[in-house]
Structures are given as structure tokens and as C-alpha cells.
């Protein structure tokens, strides 16, 4: 029943269309049509200004969020660069207090000295690392010279000398070796080198000497050009063994190898 009375419904609404089709072609709605507009008109308007309304505050909104933006963009370029100021302020900190150290070392020091700047690291990945300093020949440098931190404690020696650089060994280089005294009673002599570029380890000991940790040990000036008086380090370890002639002495050094940027030279 409900399927034929739409089926009766549908040629109705079609004819009634048409009418106003037709209606509206000849004038006769045109009143109307015209009545209707007035009424929606204030609506229409009020819609419009809406869509204007808001289309106004997104674009101030996307402004607003392009200024915030470059507002950002332009703090972190600010950070940037206080970032870097403050670590150059920094740097010529740090390399202030280190050449006053060293003033102050050539002063208490009977020792020739000439200040260098380490200007670059060799082999830092292998065991045998070395550093360049600026200075060389010309400013009466040579090969086998010792090489001090600015407070005066040994860090290696001169192995190669050019006119305006040379190549320094660090002492906890295998392959650099020095004469060393133990502060102790007897004065222990032995000899110094590098062990795996952490520490130094002194051999040649005699197995009668009485060294124990915490021994200061110095360069015993025998051979060479190193003077004798320059700090080592202390020792932290004593490997001994009753069937062997010698024993042996591990040695920490008081220097950070990888923070060096400004070192003497001791001159004979």
C-alpha cells in the first residue's frame, strides 16, 4: 500500500513542478521569487560578512604564525652565536690561565723555556700519538728536547725538528722512553715509557729497591738532552716478582694528553 501511494505521490510533485517552471518563465512568480529574496537577503549578507569574517582571521592567523616563526628562527640564530662567543671567551680563558701557569713556571725555573701552541694531533687512533707545536729550528729547537705542560710536568719530547714546527712524542707513547728517578731514599733509577697511551711504566728496576705506590717519580737527567727535576707522575702500581732480577712501576701521569694546547719547550 505504502509502495502505490508514492508511486500516486511522484506524478503529482512532477506536475506541480513543472507548473512553477512554467509559472516562473512567464513572469507569473516573479513577485514571489523577488518576496522570498527580500527575506533572505539579511541572512545571505550576514553569511557573507561571516565567511569574510573568518577568512580575515585566518589569514591574521597565519601571519601571526609566520612572524612566530621567524621570530624562532631568529632566537636560535641568536643562541647560535652567543654559543660560540661564549666558547671563545671561554677558550682564551682557559688559555690565559695556562700561559700564566707558565710564566709562573719560567720564573720559579732555572731552565730555559720556549712557549709553543700545539697547532695539531698525529696518529690520535694509534698507540704512538703524536702532537705539532708552532715553533722549530729557527727558534732553536732540536730533536730530543723535553717537553712540558705549563705547570711544568713532563709530557714528552721533541723527535722531529723543521724550521717552524716540530713533532713532540707524549711520554705515554711506547716508543718514547726517558732516564727516571724515584724520590725515595735511594734515588731508584730506571727507565721510562709509554704503556698503551694510558699510562708509563717504568722498568729496569732492581728487585732490592724499596718503591712503593704513591713515589713521585722525576727525569734523572742521564743521557740526552732532558734535564733532570721534571715531573713524571706518581706511582700507582708495583709489579714485582721474587724469581725475577727486576720489577716494574706503573706511572700516572697528571696531565690530560687530549686537553694540551700550550706547552714548553726546556732548552739545555
Not at 12 to 22: E, H
Not at 141 to 164: P, R
Amino acid at each position: 500500500m505504502a509502495f502505490n501511494k508514492k508511486k500516486k505521490t511522484l506524478p503529482i510533485l512532477l506536475v506541480i513542478a513543472g507548473i512553477f517552471v512554467v509559472l516562473h518563465y512567464i513572469g507569473i512568480t516573479r513577485p514571489l521569487e523577488n518576496f522570498l529574496i527580500f527575506l533572505a537577503k539579511p541572512l545571505s549578507e550576514k553569511l557573507y560578512n561571516t565567511s569574510l569574517s573568518v577568512n580575515h582571521s585566518y589569514k591574521n592567523s597565519q601571519k601571526s604564525e609566520d612572524d612566530q616563526n621567524e621570530k624562532v628562527k631568529k632566537l636560535e640564530a641568536e643562541k647560535a652565536s652567543l654559543m660560540v662567543l661564549k666558547a671563545d671567551y671561554q677558550e682564551v680563558i682557559d688559555e690565559n690561565i695556562k700561559l700564566k701557569s707558565l710564566i709562573d713556571f719560567s720564573d720559579s725555573s732555572d731552565f730555559g723555556i720556549v712557549a709553543a701552541s700545539v697547532i695539531a694531533k698525529e696518529n690520535i687512533d694509534k698507540d704512538n700519538r703524536d702532537l705539532l707545536i708552532n715553533r722549530g729550528l729557527k727558534d732553536g729547537l732540536s730533536d730530543g728536547l723535553a717537553v712540558t705542560d705549563e705547570h711544568g710536568v713532563l709530557v714528552g719530547k721533541i723527535i722531529e725538528t723543521k724550521d717552524s714546527v716540530a713533532k713532540i712524542c707524549l711520554s705515554v707513547n711506547p716508543e718514547c722512553s726517558f732516564a727516571a728517578s724515584i724520590l725515595n731514599q735511594n734515588k731508584t733509577q730506571g727507565i721510562v715509557a709509554g704503556n698503551l697511551s694510558l699510562t708509563i711504566k717504568m722498568s729496569f728496576i732492581p728487585q732490592l729497591e724499596k718503591i712503593a705506590i704513591n713515589d713521585i717519580v722525576i727525569t734523572s737527567g742521564l743521557g740526552g738532552k732532558v734535564p733532570r727535576g721534571l715531573v713524571i707522575g706518581k706511582i700507582s702500581e708495583v709489579k714485582s716478582e721474587t724469581n725475577e732480577v727486576w720489577q716494574e712501576a706503573i706511572i700516572d701521569p697528571p696531565v690530560d694528553f687530549n686537553n694540551l694546547t700550550v706547552v714548553s719547550v726546556i732548552l739545555p
